[in-house]
């Protein structure tokens, strides 16, 4: 009866009414006692919005002039702070891509002396060369404000319990959601991935109100919850926060059916900071991406020109209030499109639709990024393997399993040897993916070819 209470007093509240209307727009959200709703700019009107960007790329070009990467490209395109008048001038950078931070690995693309970086984040994988993100402390701020004002977007107070499934270390939804959920004031529960038994405890426990998951992970822990005979929606849950993965409008009804929650899709990506980039507001139509902090471009990805308005296309955004390693026109390669139209909640900064796939071969699979040359550069390692190889994702019951077929060389009924085989290959593979496939030894020529090409991901699951 009371944990039904806590639910209903926090999901009643009238959020316009929290307006505070004095804060500055340098930095927005000193002094304001967990208040994240800053509508000077969360309802700025369009042009006076452009005109910040504007203000702010210039800025960040100026940063940028001392990054080893950027200068040599901004000198031969002529590009320089006063040179910038309008948002359109963004068409005059550079694209930058996935490769190129992998190519100047590990620091190459900074901006700033590394006195001034507090923290980094790196992608999986030891295979290539990593992804490495560097903050410097105000990066950190601007990224826990941009988290905070999302979470306070959905709703959240400093009355909340916010409780993390995310991974912490280099996972940005660890520690990105953890220091803005502090800052919002809220008790925070930082208690990471897995373990699912200890969040069901948890979660009961301390009468956590919003979790932090990926949506396969919303429907896994409700299975935990019915497996210790509670009712997920019998609990002090009212809110979700769900990401870092593609998922579909139904799986989203599903989620907030389980768990008689309102779930809310996030989006973020390390190379803009972490979460905090764009969430849906309490509309649940389309994710405002926050225009104060990112340009944001909807492009053909083979000709990386403009889609017409309102048409599906790969996002690129160039950051606008980061310094240790601000990104010009990167390549996210998540391929989504801008919702027409204006929102009803005021709010001015553009909604972006749910993403519809990507214009690469990555794949994420349990909030883990992959991409099938990692795997093959694990395989390649074992002489005793073939070329060919198969990797298939599919959920099974509640949970996403990855399965890789992979062809032997030579055929063999030494059952000891192929055990050890598989658990050195499942060892590897977890080492270079960081998360554990189930790993088969086939004979030559079980996967099959399609067109005389190998067919290297099935992917079963329902959004894919
Ligand atoms: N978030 C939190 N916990 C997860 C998870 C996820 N995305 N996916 C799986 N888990 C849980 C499982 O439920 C299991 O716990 P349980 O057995 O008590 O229920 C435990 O983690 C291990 O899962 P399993 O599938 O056996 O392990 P794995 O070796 O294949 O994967 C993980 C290892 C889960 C640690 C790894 O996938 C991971 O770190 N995922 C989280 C990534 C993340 O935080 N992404 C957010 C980016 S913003
Ligand atoms: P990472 O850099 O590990 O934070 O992963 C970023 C990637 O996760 C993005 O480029 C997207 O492909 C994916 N992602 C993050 N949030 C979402 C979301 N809400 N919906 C779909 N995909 C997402
Ligand atoms: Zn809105």
């Not at 969040?199 to 429907?219: E, N, Q, R």
């Not at 883990?368 to 390692?381: A, D, G, R, S, T």
Request: a negative charge.
């Amino acid at each position: 009866m009371l944990l039904l209470k806590v639910k209903k007093l926090n999901n009643s509240f009238e959020f316009y009414k929290f307006a505070n209307q004095t804060n500055e727009l340098t930095h927005n959200y000193t002094n304001m006692n967990g208040k994240y709703w800053n509508e000077e700019i969360e309802t700025m009107p369009r042009k006076q919005l452009e005109k910040l960007q504007v203000e702010r790329l210039k800025k960040t070009v100026e940063i940028a002039m001392g990054s080893e990467f950027y200068a040599p490209k901004f000198k031969e395109l002529g590009i320089t702070p006063e040179s910038i008048k309008s948002v359109e001038d963004i068409k005059r950078f550079p694209f930058t891509t996935k490769n190129d931070l992998r190519a100047t690995y590990p620091f190459g693309i900074k901006s700033v002396p590394l006195e001034k970086v507090v923290r980094l984040h790196s992608s999986s994988g030891t295979t290539g060369n990593p992804t490495v993100i560097l903050h410097s402390q105000k990066d950190l701020d601007e990224w826990a404000d941009a988290m905070a004002r999302s979470m306070y977007c959905i709703g959240l107070r400093n009355t909340d319990i916010i409780q993390n499934t995310s991974g912490y270390g280099m996972f940005t939804g660890g520690l990105g959601i953890q220091y803005a959920a502090e800052r919002l004031g809220a008790l925070t529960v930082p208690a990471g991935a897995g373990n699912s038994k200890r969040h069901v405890k948890f979660i009961t426990d301390f009468g956590t109100t919003a979790l932090h998951c990926i949506p396969s992970y919303a429907t896994r822990l409700a299975a935990a919850f019915q497996e210790e005979g509670i009712d997920p929606r019998n609990t002090t849950v009212h809110t979700l926060i769900i990401g870092a993965e593609p998922h579909s409008e139904a799986q989203r009804k599903r989620i907030e059916e389980i768990w008689g929650a309102k779930a809310y899709n996030n989006f973020g990506m390390s190379e803009m900071c972490g979460p905090g980039v764009a969430i849906e507001c309490q509309e649940q139509n389309g994710m405002h991406i926050w225009e104060d902090n990112y340009i944001v471009e909807i492009l053909d990805p083979e000709t990386l020109e403009p889609v017409p308005e309102g048409e599906l296309g790969e996002l690129v955004l160039t950051t606008l209030n980061r310094e240790a390693m601000p990104l010009f026109r990167y390549r996210t390669r998540d391929l989504t499109r801008i919702l027409p139209g204006d929102c009803p909640c005021g709010r001015t900064h553009v909604r972006l639709a749910r993403f519809q796939g990507r214009s690469d071969d990555m794949m994420i699979v349990k909030g883990v990024n992959i991409y099938p040359i990692q795997i093959e550069k694990i395989l390649m390692q074992f002489p005793e393997l073939a070329s060919d190889y198969l990797i298939t994702i599919e959920t099974v019951g509640d949970n996403d399993e990855m399965t890789i077929e992979a062809e032997l060389a030579q055929a063999t009924d030494d059952f000891g040897m192929l055990q050890n085989l598989t658990k050195e290959i499942t060892r590897r593979l977890k080492d270079e993916i960081l998360l554990t496939p189930r790993v088969k030894l086939v004979g030559k020529g079980v996967i099959p070819q399609s067109d005389g090409k190998a067919k290297r991901v099935n992917d079963l699951r329902h959004n894919h």
